[in-house]
């Protein structure tokens, strides 16, 4: 069983930083690409990825202010929130391409999700 635990969430001022963390554990022998979704009422939106080797991308909306970085040796990724909005206020999920062995092909695995709430 493989599970992504999500924590950094909260209530933050508009301007303010958080900084999120999902964390990989179980049957793991590889992790591809890891991502970070925010969902909103109607909307799922993605935020940023990362792959293996390190290569991001980002949404138009985060750019410059949002940094995914990723630890290999602690199968975690991080989002470093800062100049924060009250549009970026929603539901964030990581999501990672994850095989349980080399003789099976990965499967993507989502976490539980974890609110971020900015006040203006």
């Known amino acids: 069983q493989v599970q992504l635990v999500e924590s950094g969430g909260g209530l933050v001022q508009a301007g303010g930083s958080l900084r999120l963390s999902c964390a990989a554990s179980?049957?793991?022998?590889?992790?591809?690409?890891m991502t970070w979704y925010r969902q909103t009422p109607g909307q799922r939106e993605l935020v940023a990825a990362i792959?293996?080797?390190?290569?991001?991308i980002y949404a138009e909306s985060v750019k410059g202010r949002f940094t995914i970085s990723r630890d290999n040796a602690k199968n975690t990724i991080y989002l470093q929130m800062n100049s924060l909005k009250p549009e970026d206020a929603a539901v964030y999920y990581c999501?990672?391409?994850?095989?349980?062995?080399?003789?099976?092909?990965?499967?993507?695995?989502w976490g539980q999700g974890t609110q971020v709430t900015v006040s203006s």
């Open positions: 179980g049957r793991i022998f590889s992790i591809g690409t």
């Open positions: 999501k990672a391409r994850i095989s349980g062995s080399r003789f099976v092909s990965p499967s993507d695995y």
């Open positions: 792959g293996r080797g390190g290569d991001t």
